[in-house]
Nanobody, 122 residues
């Protein structure tokens, strides 16, 4: 089992910045991909950004150029630097850890955090 704990959410004005953190613990050798998802009220959960142990990153089109995903030195921490925040970025942000091989990800190695709220409003 992998436990994931997110932090760093809060209320910020449009144009502002926040940095989210996700710390993984437990059987971390069973994961090689971490990702941020978000879910706004009344909407489906969507992928925001992902990063592999090889530091390959992917971003949703809506956040490209504004958000940056990275990993800490300990490899068990993932960050999401969010700049130029917009009201439409308001959502609960979730951390996800998985084990994937190529395009195949394994359901038995798939964990979620509890989420952290991000609100962008003036």
């Amino acid at each position: 089992q992998v436990q994931l704990v997110e932090s760093g959410g809060g209320l910020v004005q449009p144009g502002g910045s926040l940095r989210l953190s996700c710390v993984a613990s437990g059987s971390i050798y069973n994961m090689n991909t971490m990702a941020w998802y978000r879910q706004a009220p009344g909407k489906q959960r969507e992928l925001v950004a992902s990063i592999t142990n090889a530091l390959t990153t992917k971003y949703a089109d809506a956040v490209k150029g504004r958000f940056t995903v990275s990993k800490g030195d300990a490899w068990t921490t993932m960050y999401l630097q969010m700049n130029s925040l917009k009201p439409e970025d308001t959502a609960v942000y979730y951390c996800r850890a998985r084990y994937c091989s190529g395009n195949n990800c394994y359901n038995e190695y798939d964990w979620w955090g509890q989420g952290t709220q991000v609100a962008v409003a003036s």
